[in-house]
C-alpha cells in the first residue's frame, strides 16, 4: 500500500486547523446558501482558487479568506462557475489582496 503524500498531509492538517477556526467563529452551515442548499449536510472547504493553486503556497491552504464552508451542493456549483466564485468570496471574505483578517465579513 501507497502511504500518504506530502499534499495530502498537508492538506489533512490544513483542515484540522480550517475545522478548529470555523468552529471558534460559530460557522458551522453552509455559508453560500444557494438554491437547493443542503445547509448542513455534506460540508466541505471551498477554495478561491484550485487546490494546485496552492502547491507553492501551503500556508495559504488553511488560510480562512481563501476558504468558505459549503456543503457539496453549493460547492459543486462554484466550483465551476467562476464568475460566482469569485463574487461569493468577494462578498464573503473581501476582495483577494485588500482582505483584512482580523475584521472578517462574517457575522456572527
Request: proline share 1%.
Amino acid at each position: 500500500m501507497i502511504g500518504k503524500g506530502k499534499r495530502t498531509i498537508a492538506w489533512e492538517q490544513a483542515r484540522k486547523k480550517l475545522k478548529e477556526e470555523y468552529l471558534a467563529k460559530g460557522i458551522t452551515t453552509c455559508e453560500l446558501r444557494l438554491p437547493g442548499c443542503w445547509h448542513d449536510n455534506g460540508l466541505s472547504f471551498c477554495h478561491r482558487h484550485k487546490r494546485s493553486w496552492y502547491w507553492s503556497q501551503e500556508e495559504l491552504l488553511a488560510a480562512f479568506n481563501q476558504t468558505i464552508l459549503g456543503c457539496i451542493h453549493c460547492h459543486n456549483i462554484i466550483e465551476y462557475k467562476k464568475e460566482l466564485s469569485d463574487e461569493m468570496f468577494n462578498k464573503l471574505r473581501g476582495i483577494e489582496g485588500e482582505e483584512d483578517v482580523s475584521n472578517d465579513k462574517i457575522s456572527s
